[in-house]
């Protein structure tokens, strides 16, 4: 894929909007002896954590992602401690024989929907990342990994909201509908003009805005668990799959 050669030799971009049809996706590679809790944890947090596709330990590739994860995504982000420490390129002198590669859904991949039903995405207009929030909503706990919930925040028309609910709920396997809609501080965020993760964006008046389950929500586990070593991508610069977006449509 075309997009994946760039992202390889360098290009670092946030990829929404980016392969319109082709399935966008998360990574979070993890050791091998954590690699049955995130499991869990995906299982016990779905909406969240929609698990796509899994490689085995050590895997650079999957079924779904027949590229190179260590270089084919435009940004990749390096946890010690669980702490933040560096953020990459490519990973290839990062990446262990003991990494399992997890690819979780990620909420780009109902945007085209939301385009077609005349529902305007403010972060795709401006050309910039979606926004990412922290909640005060705890995930359910999977043996050492715990954390908050994280959102994606799109605003939408107040007349359209109900479509925006219906169109996005087709898609399950990849969020599906809002978990929040309205007031922010009501799910903890406290200012919506400063994303943990991602670009502010404009919430006009007649907005609302809508927060659906955001595959970050593996790396806020990390953080908040300690976990020693873990890959991730950078929030928004995402895998793209040799999957499509209708594939994750339910009628």
């Avoid at 953020?87 to 590669?101: F, S, T």
């Avoid at 991602?198 to 955001?214: M, N, Q, S, T, Y």
Wanted: glycine content about 10%; overall charge negative; aromatic content about 8%.
């Amino acid at each position: 894929m075309e997009a994946r050669g760039r992202f390889r030799a360098g290009e670092r971009v946030p990829t929404a909007g980016w392969c319109r049809g082709w399935t966008q996706a998360n990574l979070i590679a993890v050791p091998r002896e954590l690699g049955y809790e995130l499991l869990l944890f995906a299982h016990r947090n779905a909406q969240a954590c929609p698990v796509l596709d899994v490689g085995e330990s050590g895997a650079t590739s999957t079924r779904l992602f027949p590229g190179d994860l260590r270089t084919d995504l435009p940004g990749y982000r390096i946890y010690r401690d669980g702490k933040p420490v560096a953020d990459r390129d490519q990973v290839v002198e990062e990446w262990r024989d003991d990494l399992v590669p997890f690819l979780i859904g990620c909420s780009f991949t109902f945007e085209e929907a939301l385009l077609r039903a005349g529902i305007p995405i403010r972060h795709l207009e401006a050309g910039i990342n979606v926004p990412m929030y922290r909640t005060s909503v705890p995930c359910e706990p999977a043996g050492s990994l715990s954390g908050p919930l994280v959102v994606s925040m799109r605003p939408v028309p107040a007349a359209l909201v109900d479509k925006a609910i219906e169109v996005t709920g087709h898609y399950p396997q990849v969020h599906g509908a809002p978990v929040h809609v309205g007031d922010p501080a009501a799910i903890g965020i406290a200012d919506l003009g400063r994303p943990d993760f991602g670009d502010p964006v404009e919430v006009r008046a007649g907005e609302v805005p809508l927060f659906w389950a955001c595959g970050v929500t593996p790396q806020a586990a990390i953080m908040a668990s300690g976990v020693p070593y873990a890959i991730g991508h950078l929030p928004g610069h995402m895998a793209i799959l040799n999957a499509r977006d209708r594939d994750y449509y339910v009628p």
